[in-house]
């Protein structure tokens, strides 16, 4: 399968704590974004990196990619209620345009 | 929000019904892409359309059919429907060629096939 593999699947943290999520894919990518979902509404874009990229920032984001590993990992510092969520990594592909989403992860941020 | 409507917002079908989605994409988009997702899955790539043409397809079958129009906007069109195709059904655009892929996603139309 291309598509990425998340991990934890499911991801229960205390409001204030760090939530760390990974992503690992199997050939190799252009670039591999993160999204979030709220109770299954549409996509919300939160960050994209790419292959000659190793880390990038956004606020309380961080994502880190190893092209030698597969997979990259997003950090949400200081976790907020709000940030209660499914997160997906996303590899896209040049050739047709295309996102292929991993099954996500579930991230419950308890106040 | 992104700019990207979805209509309806939620459908009830029954098997062997036709349906049809549409989606309105983000000013200065140029392409949209169409993604099934089924409960507790990540999204599927259906098919995406640029300058009116089918530019990428997933692994769907031929009864998942598109459509662009000259403003960009597109429709999803599901022959012979079937019980599986329950889903919520996401439309993104995009602009192709530019700096960033990123993928700017419509509010979903959730349907239902009985």
């Known amino acids: 399968s291309q598509q990425g593999e998340e991990d934890p699947q499911a991801l229960s943290i205390q409001e204030g704590e760090n939530a760390t999520m990974n992503c690992s894919y199997k050939?190799?990518?252009?670039?591999l974004q993160w999204y979030r979902q709220n109770s299954g509404r549409g996509l919300v874009h939160l960050i994209l990196i790419r292959s000659n990229e190793r880390e990038k920032h956004s606020g309380r984001l961080r994502v880190t990619l190893d092209t030698s590993k597969k997979s990259s990992s997003l950090l949400i510092t200081a976790s907020r209620a709000a940030d209660t969520a499914s997160y997906f990594c996303?590899?896209?592909?040049?050739?047709?345009?295309?996102?292929?989403f991993g099954q996500g992860t579930e991230l419950s941020v308890k106040p | 929000e992104t700019g990207v409507t979805q209509s309806p917002t939620h459908l009830i079908k029954t098997r062997g019904q036709q349906v049809t989605l549409r989606c309105s994409s983000q000013?200065?988009?140029?392409?949209v892409s169409w993604y099934q997702q089924a409960l507790g899955q990540g999204p599927q790539f259906i098919f995406q359309?640029?300058?009116?043409?089918?530019?990428g397809r997933g692994n769907f079958p031929p009864r998942f059919s598109g459509l662009q129009f000259p403003n960009y906007s597109s429709e999803l069109n599901v022959n012979a429907l079937e019980l599986d195709d329950s889903a919520l059904y996401l439309c993104?655009?995009?602009?192709?060629?530019?700096?960033?892929?990123?993928?700017?996603f419509g509010p979903g139309t959730r349907l239902l096939v009985l």
């Open positions: 993104a655009s995009s602009t192709k060629g530019g700096l960033h892929e990123t993928q700017y």
């Open positions: 359309y640029y300058r009116e043409e089918e530019n």
């Open positions: 050939t190799s990518i252009n670039n």
């Open positions: 000013s200065g988009h140029n392409t």
């Open positions: 996303a590899i896209f592909y040049n050739q047709g345009g295309k996102l292929i």
